[in-house]
């Protein structure tokens, strides 16, 4: 089988990357043949169909009126979308499988796979579908408004980026794809985690065209170590989504040791916060494998402190696989993951004060640490792993195949995120 899989980086830059890769590697490993498709990067990893990768410029560097040029292509790329054309001409896949591609590749390879009558599945990573901002954040604080199609409240809010010039194109760019029903392309939606199910359900997506497709690990992969270290641990993107200061905050109350690893654009204001209060908290940078490996395995346990909806989130399932328990966060996919008591403990996003005390308590509780991380590694080992999910993806794509033969308008009913 040729599989496309079609995302806007072709390098590790954050969960959404992992899951591709991992995918990848399965799909390789059982014998398929699997071609990349993203705009052209010096980062990008070496591919065979690296010659059809478009040029796609950061928008953000565009100056006099190349501005507006910049702005219509974050919308829709109609070069990325021919780029796309030549590389289903050349390669002829069998499915075509979309991770992120709006903003940069963006809805015109959509276009193109379905006038090249290619069936489509993607992968829900976040909530783009039903927040032209995609993080589900108004102000800072967690937001579902768009969920019923008035995605005006973007530009209203300044939601991306809080940028009015920024919020106003991903508005733009909302109303377009709905209104010229882009995603009609995909034949099934890929979701991580219930709660992202549930929130395309609530927004108009019918169920038959959504699939519930957790993240995986090879958990033999991830010796585990369930005694507890002498640190607390956070790894993932420094960004202001992912309650980093209220994590400093916790910290500085609760006087324990943390260390985090991550790069984003918070890194020098998380570095300032933490020398102005004189912190024990330690800036790892970001870490590559081996040293990644030791930090999660000499921690106590990891926290995940996210303050928007968290979708599956990968270094949860890491720290699981490590034999580690987790202190999440209440929100989106988190509740999924960790079984209060069991696999780690919640506490309610923003509150530094309980995320104090939680992560206090569990501290002191080194044998019931060391209970919920055999807990947590087994949870992983018998219902995430990379085998399953390998086997259910390939069904999925076999089930899509057919569809080559039907006529797309037929694909099509019912998509209506209101």
């Known amino acids: 089988?040729?599989?496309?899989?079609?995302?806007?980086?072709?390098?590790?830059?954050?969960?959404?990357?992992?899951?591709?890769?991992?995918?990848?590697?399965?799909?390789?490993?059982?014998?398929?043949?699997?071609?990349?498709?993203a705009p052209r990067d010096a980062r990008n990893d070496a591919a065979v169909s690296s010659s059809h990768f478009p040029a796609v410029h950061d928008p953000r560097q565009a100056t006099g009126m190349n501005v507006l040029k910049a702005a219509c292509n974050?919308?829709?790329?109609?070069?990325?979308?021919?780029?796309?054309?030549?590389?289903?001409?050349?390669?002829?896949?069998?499915?075509?499988?979309?991770h992120n591609i709006y903003g940069r590749l963006t809805t015109s390879v959509l276009d193109q796979a379905r006038q090249s009558g290619i069936p489509v599945v993607m992968t829900v990573h976040d909530l783009k579908l039903v927040c032209p901002a995609y993080l589900g954040l108004r102000q800072g604080k967690?937001?579902?408004?768009?969920?019923?199609?008035?995605?005006?409240?973007?530009?209203?809010?300044?939601?991306?980026?809080?940028?009015?010039?920024?919020?106003?194109?991903?508005?733009?760019?909302?109303?377009?794809?709905?209104?010229?029903?882009?995603?009609?392309?995909?034949?099934?939606?890929?979701?991580?985690?219930?709660?992202?199910?549930?929130?395309?359900?609530?927004?108009?997506v019918p169920s038959e065209r959504i699939v519930y497709h957790p993240n995986a690990l090879q958990a033999g992969l991830y010796p585990p170590r369930p005694e507890p270290g002498e640190y607390l641990f956070y790894a993932g993107r420094l960004s202001s989504e992912k309650?980093?200061?209220?994590?400093?905050?916790?910290?500085?109350?609760?006087?324990?040791?943390?260390?985090?690893?991550?790069?984003?654009?918070l890194d020098n204001?998380?570095?300032?916060?933490?020398?102005?209060?004189?912190?024990?908290?330690?800036?790892?940078?970001?870490?590559?494998h081996e040293r990644l490996a030791d930090l999660y395995r000499n921690a106590a346990f990891v926290v995940a402190p996210s303050e928007w909806y968290e979708n599956a989130s990968m270094s949860v399932l890491e720290a699981f696989a490590y034999g580690k328990p987790v202190l999440a966060s209440r929100i989106g996919g988190n509740p999924e993951l960790v079984m209060e008591g069991q696999s780690g403990r919640l506490f309610t996003p923003g509150s530094a004060g309980e995320l104090?005390?939680?992560?206090?308590?569990?501290?002191?509780?080194?044998?019931?640490?060391?209970?919920?991380?055999?807990?947590?590694?087994?949870?992983?080992?018998q219902n995430f792993s990379r085998a399953s999910r390998t086997e259910a993806l390939l069904a999925i794509y076999r089930e899509m195949i057919p569809a080559k033969q039907i006529q797309w308008e037929q694909m099509e009913i019912g998509y209506d995120p209101r």
């Not at 890769?21 to 799909?27: C, E, F, P, T």
């Not at 809080?162 to 991903?170: E, F, G, H, I, P």
């Not at 939680?358 to 080992?381: S, T, Y």
């Open 356 to 381: 104090a005390s939680a992560a206090g308590a569990m501290w002191k509780d080194r044998p019931g640490l060391a209970r919920m991380g055999r807990q947590a590694h087994e949870l992983v080992r």
């Open 243 to 265: 309650g980093l200061f209220t994590l400093l905050d916790a910290i500085e109350s609760a006087g324990l040791p943390l260390r985090i690893a991550g790069a984003g654009p």
């Open 74 to 98: 974050v919308i829709y790329s109609s070069k990325a979308g021919r780029a796309f054309q030549g590389f289903v001409d050349r390669f002829q896949p069998d499915v075509i499988h979309c």
């Open 1 to 37: 089988m040729k599989i496309a899989l079609v995302n806007n980086y072709y390098y590790l830059r954050g969960g959404s990357e992992r899951v591709l890769y991992d995918d990848r590697d399965a799909l390789l490993a059982a014998g398929h043949e699997v071609l990349p498709f």
């Open 142 to 204: 967690p937001c579902l408004l768009c969920q019923d199609g008035g995605y005006w409240r973007c530009a209203r809010y300044k939601c991306h980026k809080s940028s009015a010039a920024a919020s106003l194109v991903y508005t733009v760019e909302a109303y377009f794809a709905r209104i010229t029903r882009k995603y009609h392309a995909v034949a099934r939606f890929l979701c991580p985690s219930r709660f992202i199910q549930g929130v395309l359900i609530d927004a108009g």
């Open 269 to 288: 204001a998380l570095r300032a916060r933490i020398q102005e209060r004189r912190l024990p908290v330690r800036m790892e940078g970001y870490c590559h």
